[in-house]
T-cell receptor, first 112, second 115 residues
Framework: KQEVTQIPAALSVPEGENLVLNCSFT??????LQWFRQDPGKGLTSLLL?????REQTSGRLNASLDKSSGRSTLYIAASQPGDSATYLC???????????FGKGTMLLVSP | DAGVIQSPRHEVTEMGQEVTLRCKPI?????LFWYRQTMMRGLELLIY????????DSGMPEDRFSAKMPNASFSTLKIQPSEPRDSAVYFC?????????????FGAGTRLSVL
């Protein structure tokens, strides 16, 4: 059974810092990995999707990497802003499955 | 498109009552997912439909939970009878189908409180 772990559970940084969120998964047989953002009281918004054949994906100040063999992904946020404050969730789609397994998320607070 | 629409946004009910949560997926999407989110367990898949047919309901906690998708534009998740431990945020998501590349789009969720 696939398990997804996110570290740290919470992170507080001053505005302008570059930061890294970590995600690890136990079964490396995956189709893809997604990073989502969840704002308080809201649903999830997909930020980046990395296919199993890819090593990284970039969108603006966000860069996600994938090391399938070691079961790890990182989400790099450059020049953080208060508007980046949210919970970031990592989700893995395992091979042979159509569903996602989610981590519990990292709650990020960027202070002005 | 308005995105995935869930109703109600908030539901407060008493233990033992029936609760029905509703979801309208994005038009054209043929996969629909129901999730439950709690602080303790995070986001868990309850059931997944493809072309209106339940494919995987292994996440449904017990017989008190049931889900239907009578057509491509509507799904319900019913809890009968409800219990305090069912209190959580319930999300519905839809995607274009079983292909690996497809992203799931989430609704805003229904926050359920069972007293």
């Amino acid at each position: 059974k696939q398990e997804v772990t996110q570290i740290p559970a919470a992170l507080s940084v001053p505005e302008g810092e570059n930061l890294v969120l970590n995600c690890s998964f136990t079964d490396s047989a995956i189709y893809n990995l997604q990073w989502f953002r969840q704002d308080p009281g809201k649903g999830l918004t997909s930020l980046l999707l990395i296919q199993s054949s890819q090593r990284e994906q970039t969108s603006g100040r966000l860069n996600a990497s994938l090391d399938k063999s070691s079961g790890r992904s990182t989400l790099y946020i450059a020049a953080s802003q208060p508007g980046d404050s949210a919970t970031y969730l990592c989700a893995v789609r395992s091979s042979g499955y159509s569903t996602l397994t989610f981590g519990k998320g990292t709650m990020l607070l960027v202070s002005p | 498109d308005a995105g995935v629409i869930q109703s109600p946004r908030h539901e407060v009910t008493e233990m033992g009552q029936e609760v029905t949560l509703r979801c309208k997926p994005i038009s054209g999407h043929n996969s629909l997912f129901w999730y439950r989110q709690t602080m303790m367990r995070g986001l868990e898949l309850l059931i997944y439909f493809n072309n209106n047919v339940p494919i995987d309901d292994s996440g449904m906690p017990e017989d008190r939970f049931s889900a239907k998708m009578p057509n491509a534009s509507f799904s319900t998740l019913k809890i009968q009878p409800s219990e305090p431990r069912d209190s959580a945020v319930y999300f519905c998501a839809s995607s274009l189908g079983g292909r690996a590349k497809n992203i799931q789009y989430f609704g805003a969720g229904t926050r359920l409180s069972v007293l």
